[in-house]
């Protein structure tokens, strides 16, 4: 039984940071690209940041420069670093996991989901 376990999301100050854990079970890790989504009420879940069994990563252009993905094989562990937040980042986050060399940023191929971890960010 496949389980993606998120933590570290709270409430944090406009420019404050906070670092995202999703804990992999029941998978070969590394044949999984993982990643971050979130949603916030009333709208899609939209792709955050993505990574690869390598190391390889892409995000979004509106968290370049404050978010960094990483994962840690060894630990079946992903991370998102996320500093300089902003109001506009409160969401619900979510880890993915998706059997492909480059996880889709769709959310309907995506293979697993974590249960979500709130993150709001107060002005």
């Known amino acids: 039984q496949v389980q993606l376990v998120e933590s570290g999301g709270g409430l944090v100050q406009a420019g404050g940071s906070l670092t995202l854990s999703c804990v992999a079970s029941g998978l070969t890790f590394t044949m999984y690209a993982m990643g971050w989504f979130r949603q916030v009420p009333g709208k899609e879940r939209e792709f955050v940041a993505a990574?690869?069994?390598?190391?390889?990563?892409a995000l979004i252009d509106s968290v370049k420069g404050r978010f960094t993905i990483s994962r840690d094989n060894a630990k079946n562990t992903l991370y998102l670093q996320m500093n300089s937040l902003k109001p506009e980042d409160t969401a619900v986050y979510y880890c993915?996991?998706?059997?492909?060399?480059?996880?889709?940023?769709?959310?309907?191929?995506?293979?697993?989901w974590g249960q979500g971890t709130q993150v709001t960010v107060s002005s």
């Open positions: 990574i690869n069994w390598r190391g390889g990563a």
């Open positions: 993915a996991a998706d059997k492909s060399v480059i996880l889709h940023t769709t959310p309907h191929q995506i293979d697993y």
